[in-house]
């Protein structure tokens, strides 16, 4: 489920995948279809995603063995041609694959580098479904610069998932851009005793059979694929719902027992205040997970934030609850607009602040003011670089644009904003302009100036107006 977006990898592929079978002529044969593109059409992620096609749905039907760190199964791809293909492309990083079926049929594949490459015929509009069977240890992408270690992590007893911005690969093929959106079913078998949680919400009990057991989970609600996460591992686990009725799953590692009442409590009452502040919750479930992997951060995993070995303050927990309606219902189209996922996050933690009587957001904006040496004044957020994507601009200078805009059009304008904004892109995708276009006809302002220096130029912005 994405939008149409204008694709500019397709001269790339040409010549990554074969020809036409007589291989005399690279002029598409009339009424036959062309390679899909290798990338989605991101300036900062080129090979990202993949064009010519939107999935639908994903079937995850994976085991692991946290002993042997052996990942293996099948990926199901449901998903609509939207244009007449000759090939597409998936993104899968490592594995062997043993497998591929288009419409139940063998398919021929080639495999290079994290793109793979499936012949089949397709007309534009036409649904169809794509098998990969795989299997081997997930390698995660380690010590990237400026984003550190992510995709599928291999734990002392099970694993830590967290994805952002492009790991899903490294533990189901797929269209691996946030552009494309789509549900999930996650049928996870390890071995008895080993907890395997995902997104959305458990359906029925896990059974066990020979030794090991099924955990089947369910997202119905769309999904970018770094949301997704099969976190496995010896986990103590606690559900029930918020005052307001949401369902709450909450799962701590052993290490971390003495944080599982809190981290359901906390979660569940966030839950329920950003309700009042955001709108009606996205989801089905609400909750969160503490793993004992020690990456130090946490991800908005939907309806699962993760946290990576350390006890979340309230700060955290508000951040990436937030962010269930800004990153994950309301997702990002292009990497370049991360503020609105970021931005909006980090400003809810100083809403979060200021409602428990700490220091208001306005004087959590002014502390960031006063620094006038700040290096988030040499980036503009609205235009984030894949060498500074997660620079702190992108989280301090972002929230900053948002109070601005705050003190620009009043408090009732710019809440109705937020609601707005969350609601009409619930479950879909959205970009900078968007907001900024949104802002206007909300506030029924003209603030090309104001997100031109909070956003997009380099320097200190002007001092904004106390309210
Ligand atoms: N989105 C995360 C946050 O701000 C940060 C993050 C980016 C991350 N990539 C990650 C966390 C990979 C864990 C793994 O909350
Ligand atoms: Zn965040």
Same mark, same amino acid.
């Given at each position: &489920?994405?939008?149409?977006?204008?694709?500019?990898?397709? =001269?790339?592929?040409?010549?990554?995948?074969?020809?036409?079978?007589?291989?005399?002529?690279?002029?598409?044969?009339?009424? *036959?279809?062309?390679?899909?593109?290798?990338?989605?059409?991101?300036?900062?992620?080129?090979?990202?995603?993949?064009? %010519?096609?939107?999935?639908?749905?994903?079937?995850?039907?994976?085991?692991?063995?946290?002993?042997? !760190?052996?990942?293996?199964? $099948?990926?199901?791809?449901? +998903?609509?041609?939207?244009?007449?293909?000759?090939?597409?492309?998936?993104?899968?990083?490592?594995?062997?694959?043993? +497998?591929?079926?288009?419409?139940?049929?063998?398919?021929?594949?080639?495999?290079?580098?994290?793109? &793979?490459?499936?012949?089949?015929?397709?007309?534009?509009?036409?649904?169809?479904?794509?098998?990969?069977?795989?299997?081997?240890?997930?390698?995660?992408?380690?010590?990237?610069?400026?984003?550190?270690?992510?995709?599928?992590?291999?734990?002392?007893?099970?694993?830590?998932?967290?994805?952002?911005?492009?790991?899903?690969?490294?533990?189901?093929?797929?269209?691996?851009?946030?552009?494309?959106?789509?549900?999930?079913?996650?049928? =996870?078998?390890?071995?008895?005793?080993?907890? +395997?949680?995902?997104?959305?919400?458990?359906?029925?009990?896990? +059974?066990?059979?020979?030794?090991?057991?099924?955990?089947?989970?369910?997202?119905?609600?769309?999904?970018?694929?770094?949301?997704?996460? &099969?976190?496995?591992?010896?986990?103590?686990?606690?559900?029930?719902?918020?005052?307001?009725?949401?369902?709450?799953?909450?799962?701590?590692?052993?290490?971390?027992?003495?944080?599982?009442?809190?981290?359901?409590?906390?979660?569940?009452?966030?839950?329920? #205040?950003?309700?009042?502040?955001? %709108?009606?919750?996205?989801? @089905?479930?609400?909750?969160?997970?503490?793993?004992?992997?020690?990456?130090?951060?946490?991800?908005?995993?939907?309806?699962?934030?993760? #946290?990576?070995?350390?006890?979340?303050?309230?700060?955290?927990?508000?951040?990436?609850?937030?962010?269930?309606?800004?990153?994950?219902?309301?997702?990002?189209?292009?990497? @370049?607009?991360?503020?609105?996922?970021?931005?909006?996050?980090?400003?809810?933690?100083?809403?979060?602040?200021?409602?428990?009587?700490?220091?208001?957001?306005?004087?959590?904006?002014?502390?960031?003011?006063?620094?006038? $040496?700040?290096?988030?004044?040499?980036?503009?957020?609205?235009?984030?670089?894949?060498?500074?994507?997660?620079?702190?601009?992108?989280?301090?200078?972002?929230? &900053?644009?948002?109070?601005?805009?705050?003190?620009?059009?009043?408090?009732?304008?710019?809440?109705?904003?937020?609601?707005?904004?969350? *609601?009409?892109? !619930?479950?879909?995708?959205?970009?900078?302009?968007?907001?900024?276009?949104?802002?206007?006809?909300?506030?029924?302002? @003209?603030?090309?100036?104001?997100?031109?220096?909070?956003?997009?130029? @380099?320097?200190?912005?002007?001092?904004?107006?106390?309210?």
């Amino acid at each position: &489920m994405r939008l149409a977006r204008a694709l500019s990898g397709a =001269l790339i592929v040409v010549t990554l995948v074969s020809c036409s079978p007589s291989g005399a002529s690279d002029q598409p044969v009339a009424g *036959s279809g062309s390679a899909g593109a290798s990338g989605i059409g991101d300036d900062d992620f080129p090979t990202d995603g993949n064009g %010519g096609y939107d999935v639908g749905h994903y079937t995850l039907a994976l085991g692991y063995d946290p002993a042997t !760190r052996q990942l293996s199964g $099948t990926a199901t791809i449901d +998903a609509t041609a939207t244009e007449n293909l000759s090939s597409f492309n998936l993104d899968l990083h490592g594995f062997t694959v043993s +497998a591929v079926t288009v419409g139940g049929r063998p398919a021929a594949y080639t495999r290079s580098g994290d793109e &793979m490459t499936v012949t089949a015929e397709l007309s534009k509009g036409a649904p169809f479904r794509t098998a990969v069977t795989y299997q081997g240890e997930p390698q995660p992408v380690r010590n990237s610069p400026n984003l550190g270690t992510y995709g599928f992590v291999p734990t002392s007893d099970g694993s830590f998932v967290a994805s952002e911005p492009n790991g899903a690969k490294t533990w189901f093929p797929g269209n691996d851009h946030p552009a494309d959106k789509a549900t999930y079913e996650f049928r =996870l078998t390890v071995p008895d005793g080993v907890t +395997a949680i995902a997104n959305g919400e458990l359906a029925g009990q896990p +059974a066990s059979a020979g030794g090991k057991t099924t955990f089947v989970w369910r997202e119905t609600n769309p999904m970018v694929s770094y949301l997704a996460t &099969m976190t496995t591992g010896k986990f103590l686990v606690k559900t029930g719902d918020t005052e307001g009725g949401i369902p709450v799953y909450a799962a701590v590692d052993p290490r971390y027992q003495s944080q599982l009442d809190r981290v359901f409590e906390v979660s569940a009452r966030i839950t329920d #205040y950003w309700v009042t502040v955001f %709108g009606p919750y996205p989801f @089905k479930s609400t909750g969160g997970i503490v793993d004992d992997y020690a990456s130090g951060y946490a991800l908005e995993n939907q309806t699962k934030p993760i #946290y990576g070995g350390f006890e979340p303050d309230e700060g955290i927990i508000s951040h990436e609850l937030a962010h269930q309606w800004f990153g994950d219902s309301v997702s990002i189209s292009r990497w @370049k607009d991360l503020w609105l996922n970021e931005g909006f996050a980090t400003y809810a933690e100083w809403l979060w602040t200021e409602h428990r009587g700490q220091a208001t957001a306005q004087q959590t904006f002014d502390r960031h003011y006063a620094n006038a $040496t700040d290096p988030m004044w040499n980036y503009p957020p609205g235009v984030a670089q894949k060498a500074d994507l997660f620079n702190n601009s992108v989280y301090a200078r972002g929230a &900053m644009t948002l109070h601005a805009l705050r003190a620009t059009v009043g408090d009732d304008a710019f809440f109705k904003i937020i609601r707005q904004w969350a *609601s009409d892109h !619930r479950h879909g995708n959205a970009t900078t302009e968007q907001f900024t276009t949104l802002a206007e006809k909300v506030s029924g302002q @003209k603030l090309g100036e104001l997100f031109g220096q909070w956003l997009f130029d @380099k320097g200190r912005p002007n001092p904004i107006t106390k309210r």
